[in-house]
């Protein structure tokens, strides 16, 4: 599986901007697909992930309400929709898929993702 992100750029606080991820090869034994972001100088965290058969999705707190993750299985493309953008949003974000089957309370987890896109900078301008 390889995954291409793109989407990213300047934003402005309050604002918006969609990423995408689109994903090729065998994307169909993809579990979930997340979003994970890094700001410089602080760990990669996660952010949101979504079920690739039934499109359940999780958050993480700080962007709930503000960020909506969805995916288009026939086109092998994830999503992640960001409103009300706020500068603490601003670092790489990166997005990968599991290879199989993760158990619920691992989706948050970097290691348990398999496949990885090159990542695209965010920068929300106060």
């Known amino acids: 599986v390889q995954l291409q992100a793109s989407g990213g750029g300047l934003a402005q606080s309050g604002g918006s901007l969609r990423l995408s991820c689109a994903g090729s090869g065998r994307t169909s034994t993809a579990y979930y697909m997340a979003w994970f972001r890094q700001a410089p100088g602080k760990e990669r965290e996660f952010v949101a992930a979504?079920?690739?058969?039934?499109?359940?999705?999780y958050y993480t707190d700080s962007v709930k309400g503000r960020f909506t993750i969805s995916r288009d299985k026939y086109k092998h493309t994830g999503y992640l929709q960001m409103n009300s953008l706020k500068p603490e949003d601003t670092a790489v974000y990166y997005c990968?898929?599991?290879?199989?089957?993760?158990?619920?309370?691992?989706?948050?987890?970097?290691?348990?993702?398999?496949?990885w896109g090159q990542g695209t900078q965010v920068t929300v301008s106060s």
């Open positions: 979504v079920n690739w058969k039934d499109g359940y999705t």
């Open positions: 990968a898929a599991s290879g199989g089957w993760v158990i619920l309370s691992r989706r948050s987890d970097l290691d348990a993702y398999d496949y």
